[in-house]
């Protein structure tokens, strides 16, 4: 049984970073990198591949992210998703897989193996829905449209109110922390 595992929020300046894995036992028809589908199409397949695999999401808040680091961050949850799922194999995408025994990093895996395409989809839609409801808590930052990345207008809301307790206070934003 092959797992696929990804993440999202990476290189985000607000929000958690969510790490999914997932183990299909049915085709899902339709997956691809998260990225390259619209929200509209990953909604659907997000509820399909729930009823079609068996997964693990793990979040990791901001501050958690700030005190250990994103790496350490990304390894504990895939050891996480690993301890659930106990897969026979397992797959992620990217160039590392953090040191972790057993875990071959495949470049392009969210587009390339439907196990990873499926954790990639699970991850976002995750991570999105959270940060639409953080946009209730914080409207002035506007969560609901850039969902935590460092767009301009995030950058420019950080810049009239300050960071808020979702933030990522170890990551540099050019433009603001020079």
């Known amino acids: ?25 049915e085709t899902v028809e339709g997956l691809d990198d998260s990225k390259k589908l619209t929200e509209k199409k990953r909604e659907k397949l997000f509820d399909e591949i729930v009823t ?20 350490k961050a ?6 996480k998703i690993i301890d659930t799922l106990n897969p026979q194999m397992t797959i992620m995408d990217g160039n590392t ?15 390339k193996v439907p196990e990873v395409s ?3 989809i699970l991850a976002k839609v995750s991570r999105d829905r959270y940060m639409v409801k953080m946009d209730e808590k914080y409207p002035q930052y506007g969560f609901k449209g850039h969902k935590g990345y460092g767009t301009k207008s995030h950058i420019e809301a950080i810049r ?8 990522r206070f170890s990551f540099h934003v050019r433009g603001l922390d020079d």
């Open 160 to 167: 009239e109110y300050g960071r808020s307790d979702l933030h």
């Open 118 to 120: 499926a954790a990639s």
């Open 97 to 111: 897989n953090f040191g972790i025994l057993g875990v071959q990093a495949v470049i392009k895996a969210d587009s």
């Open 74 to 79: 990304i390894a504990q949850s895939i050891e």
């Open 1 to 25: 049984m092959l797992c696929g595992i990804d993440e999202a929020g990476r290189g985000c300046l607000a929000g958690p970073l969510v790490v999914a894995g997932v183990v299909l036992h």
């Open 52 to 71: 079609k695999s068996a997964y693990e999401i793990v979040f990791t808040d901001n501050k958690t992210v700030d005190e250990i680091g994103l790496s």
